[in-house]
């Protein structure tokens, strides 16, 4: 089953269901809209030295999307990291070959 008729069908369900009527790409967009909302409080959360932030979808997204990759990558890189290790190396290296001559 698609992307577009698995909220074709959230819809359906939402109309017969709802006092309103709304199309497959209008939950599409709230559930994008949703998901990024809950990747910024959670995001938030996740930073040192930040306020905490509270949503009142929080725990029902958690559900949904706590172990998604794209909230909770199984693993991450930073270059910045990287970039002072190997300065740092080449500088012992530098200094373990410098005779004292500048």
């Known amino acids: 089953m698609?992307?577009?008729?698995v909220f074709q069908r959230i819809a359906e369900y939402f109309n017969v269901t709802a006092d309103v009527t709304v199309g497959a790409h209008i939950c599409l967009r709230k559930w994008t809209k949703l998901g990024q909302k809950y990747k910024e409080v959670e995001d938030n959360n996740k930073r040192t030295g930040k306020g905490r932030k509270d949503w009142k979808f929080l725990d029902n997204m958690t559900t949904c999307l706590g172990q998604s990759p794209k909230v909770?990558?199984?693993?991450t890189f930073d270059a910045s990291t990287e970039r002072q290790e190997s300065r740092s190396a080449s500088q012992s290296t530098n200094s373990s070959t410098d005779n004292g001559n500048c």
């Open 2 to 5: 698609t992307k577009k008729q």
């Open 72 to 75: 909770n990558p199984a693993f």
